[in-house]
């Protein structure tokens, strides 16, 4: 299954400018996009209007295409979206529901409003917390949770309306290193054992380095570069779209400069000290 | 320009939290100092102790020397500005030109005086362009470089900005390095609270690590990363930027810095 | 999805005292179930607001002193049983402003009486106004308390699973139980921005006056946080399914039955009964 922009320009209601301008990308099940620029770029747009929620809920004007599974987002009504391509923004709290008193009733609310029985939702709502280790907290408040566990209830609950397609836009950056580290090992493990697709957008390339296989860089609401992840985030060019390389790329550069051994030795030394 | 000192102050949240355990604290006027230390660790209460926003329950503060005692929050604010995590806590004008000059005006500026600060703080965080447009049309991370403008205006001699960086992207972390960078410069102290280890290792000649209300290390990037003070960290949940690890793996002294490992390697080649 | 880790916390088991049979086979944990506990916490939600309802228009549907009295009566036997009379008292401080200005002035200025008890300075207290002042107090209080024994029995989150049971609109049962939800975190959100401002200069510390200035730029960030909070959380529900037509699926079910089923039927017509009676004159007692 296949989620594809093509010749994608967007522009919102009442703007001056188009936010994104002519994006061809793609992304096919089973496979992790990272999406690197700088800020203002366009990111969150093509987030928006990746997963169809722009224009069919953000208004603003959309020409070329953005099909999944060959249909057009704009063909689709929003909860019909929701169940092919869940998104995910970086304020946790602002994005749960605030009506429910557990993390369980946060997880259903999604497949409740579907109508599904209720052993179904049960059951997704069990899978789901399962799926990002946070079964335990499923008796929790919402309201009280730390950063990066109210990012994981609230990743639960779009998981919970099992969509093939998943956007991420930049969901560690208001996070501390802790609630950093808690939602990039979700992320990981949910590559390893679902085939769902994922699109993440953020700053900490450190994470898409171990996250994801290609990489492109949107600047100015176009996509300026793309590729294999290594080549992308190894681009010498990247600093001056106002990217930061991984650490893992700045310090192999340090090394190389101060010709300390090969380029074999240092992946090597690199590797050593990942975590 | 002034020193700034905490005295044994401690401090517990009307729940009962104890969240500053008789924190002891010298800055000397113009240091760059970063607290760093995980969320709870009490960093982010021990900065609002500065600018009276919360009340020592024991021992002082002290401004140049003088206690800060009961004065009031908006008189210190003359001596401390404080730029908050959230942006949006503090915005509230229909206008970026009026959102900064909301605090130089608080303190008595008028004219073509409160007129030339504002537009040189927004020159400073790279929104001299958008003067005139409403706060809210700004994404996250322009709005945080807003509201440290907001605290720029006020020419305080100590400024403390609350996680500056969190969300921005190269540029704008280079913006704020500039920002610190020029305030030391101008002989005013800057303090910041920070969970980015590489954006302190850069920019602070000082570090001051919190764990449980306490301070449990003190001192310049290259001594508070060193190997030796490895186990320190970890246990206020805190990793040494990959400088430092790659550093001392290849036996060159502490490294906190990319520049600064380079600059190792070669003296020991 | 596969792989799991960890596990919902357990007590899974069907509860016998749950009449959501359908709930807890399934396998929804207690936590979920939260069925309340306690001699009238534990009736049905609706049940206990048509009580608060009949109880609000006898109070001051019924003429004279029977009405209110007796609906005072039933409160307070009400706030003994469920455990809630301490909790009362706050409620009952708080009608005090309210009964004290109802007391003086219809004791003072009720118009065209002319039975005068007592005198204080130039102001003379009738009987006339004496009476309607007692009765008005009563009235005032009997419908705060019974408002109160209700909000005290029940949690907000049963009422609204309830009425959503019943039928009520998924977007009504959102809007209510999010403005609800959303007064805590305003009120720590409002601190927040206070102190931003303080920290800006502003001078809140003081003279009235000062503290009065303090609302503009208090204002603002709360508005507009409140409103950009809005959209960006409409924007998430969608993302969630919110608007999709089929009928959403009841989770929690309040136990109900058929005493209770009655008990509503009898109240509500009793209170047609006794209030229609009254209005038309013909309510027998005093």
Not at chain 1, 167 to 172: G, V, Y
Not at chain 2, 78 to 107: K, T, Y
Request: aromatic letters at 4%.
């Amino acid at each position: 299954m296949t989620l594809r922009l093509s010749a994608a320009t967007y522009r919102y209601a009442g703007a001056r400018r188009d936010a994104l301008d002519s994006v061809d990308l793609e992304i096919s099940t089973g496979s992790v996009l990272g999406v690197v620029g700088p800020n203002e770029a366009g990111k969150s747009t093509l987030c928006l209007v990746a997963s169809g929620l722009a224009p069919v809920v953000v208004s603003g004007r959309l020409s070329g295409s953005v099909t999944i599974d060959g249909r057009e987002t704009t063909d689709m009504r929003p909860h019909e979206l929701a169940q092919r391509c869940g998104i995910l923004f970086q304020d946790a709290q602002a994005q749960l529901s605030g009506t429910a008193s557990t993390v369980f009733e946060e997880v259903a609310f999604g497949p409740r409003n579907l109508g599904l029985s209720l052993p179904a939702v049960i059951e997704r709502v069990e899978a789901c917390l399962g799926a990002l280790g946070i079964a335990s907290l499923a008796d929790r408040d919402p309201a009280r949770l730390s950063g990066g566990q109210a990012q994981l209830v609230a990743l639960a609950a779009i998981l919970a309306l099992r969509p093939d397609f998943l956007i991420l836009d930049e969901p560690t950056s208001q996070l501390d290193p802790q609630g950093t580290r808690l939602v990039g090992d979700a992320l990981r493990r949910l590559v390893r054992e679902s085939r769902t697709a994922i699109l993440v957008v953020e700053h900490k390339t450190a994470l898409l380095d171990r996250l994801a296989d290609r990489v492109v860089v949107v600047d100015e609401g176009r996509i300026v570069r793309e590729g294999p992840t290594a080549d992308v985030l190894g681009d010498a060019a990247l600093p001056g779209h106002g990217v930061e390389p991984p650490p893992r790329v700045r310090v192999q550069s340090a090394l190389a400069a101060a010709g300390l051994g090969t380029a074999a030795e240092t992946d090597r030394l690199m590797a050593e000290l990942a975590t | 320009m002034i020193a700034v000192e905490i005295r044994g102050v401690a401090y517990s949240y009307p729940g009962g939290v104890r969240a500053l355990d008789r924190v002891d604290l010298a800055i000397g006027p113009g240091e760059a100092l970063a607290i760093i230390g995980q969320n709870g660790s009490g960093k982010s209460t021990l900065v609002r102790h500065l600018n009276g926003l919360l009340r020592p329950d024991e021992g002082q503060v002290l401004l140049d020397g003088s206690a800060v005692g009961r004065r009031h929050v908006a008189e210190l604010a003359r001596l401390v500005g404080l730029a908050f995590q959230d942006p949006d806590r503090q915005i509230f004008a229909g206008s970026v030109r009026r959102e900064v000059a909301f605090g130089p005006r608080n303190l008595g500026l008028r004219g073509a005086e409160l007129d030339g600060r504002v537009a040189e703080a927004l020159e400073e965080v790279g929104l001299a362009g958008s003067a005139g447009e409403n706060p809210y049309d700004l994404g996250y991370s322009r709005r945080k470089l807003l509201s440290i403008a907001s605290v720029l205006a006020m020419r305080t001699p100590v400024v403390v900005l609350d996680e500056p960086t969190t969300g921005q992207d190269l540029r704008g972390v280079a913006r704020v390095r500039a920002i610190v960078a020029a305030r030391t410069a101008e002989g005013r102290t800057v303090i910041t609270v920070s969970h980015d280890m590489r954006f302190v290792a850069e920019t602070f000649g000082r570090v001051v690590v919190m764990r449980a209300g306490r301070i449990v290390l003190d001192g310049t990037p290259a001594e508070v990363f060193a190997e030796v003070n490895w186990p320190a960290l970890a246990d206020a949940y805190l990793e040494p930027p990959l400088a430092a690890r790659v550093g001392a793996r290849l036996r060159v002294g502490s490294t906190p810095t990319e520049a600064s490992l380079v600059h190792a390697l070669a003296a020991r080649a | 999805m596969t792989g799991s880790s960890g596990t919902v916390p357990p007590d899974r088991g069907p509860d016998p005292s749950v009449a959501n049979p359908e709930g807890s086979a399934a396998g929804l944990p207690a936590y979920v179930l939260r069925v309340p506990t306690g001699t009238y916490r534990s009736l049905n939600p609706f049940t206990k607001s048509v009580v608060a309802l009949s109880s609000a228009l006898v109070a001051f549907g019924v003429r004279g002193w029977t009405g209110p009295l007796s609906v005072l009566l039933l409160t307070a036997a009400i706030a003994l049983v469920a455990g809630v009379s301490r909790s009362l008292r706050r409620f009952v401080l708080a009608t005090i402003p309210i009964v004290v200005s109802i007391l003086l002035i219809n004791a003072f200025l009720y118009p065209g009486a002319t039975d005068v008890l007592f005198r204080v300075g130039p102001f003379a207290a009738t009987g006339t106004g004496v009476t309607v002042a007692l009765q008005a107090t009563l009235r005032v209080v009997a419908f705060a308390l019974s408002v109160a024994v209700f909000s005290l029995t029940t949690a907000t989150d049963d009422f609204l699973a309830d009425l959503e049971r019943r039928g009520t609109g998924r977007r009504l049962t959102f809007v209510v139980g999010s403005a609800i939800g959303m007064i805590p975190a305003m009120a720590s959100r409002a601190t927040e921005i206070v102190e931003a401002q303080r920290a800006r200069g502003l001078d809140t510390e003081g003279s009235v006056r000062r503290r009065i200035r303090g609302i503009v730029p208090l204002a603002g960030p709360m508005v507009f946080g409140a409103l950009s909070e809005v959209e960006e959380r409409t924007v998430a529900l969608e993302a969630r399914g919110f608007s999709a037509p089929a009928r959403r699926t009841v989770m929690r079910i309040l136990p109900d039955s058929g005493a209770q089923r009655a008990l509503r039927w009898l109240l509500g017509v009793g209170t047609i009964v006794v209030v229609g009676a009254s209005i038309a004159g013909r309510f027998p007692l005093p």
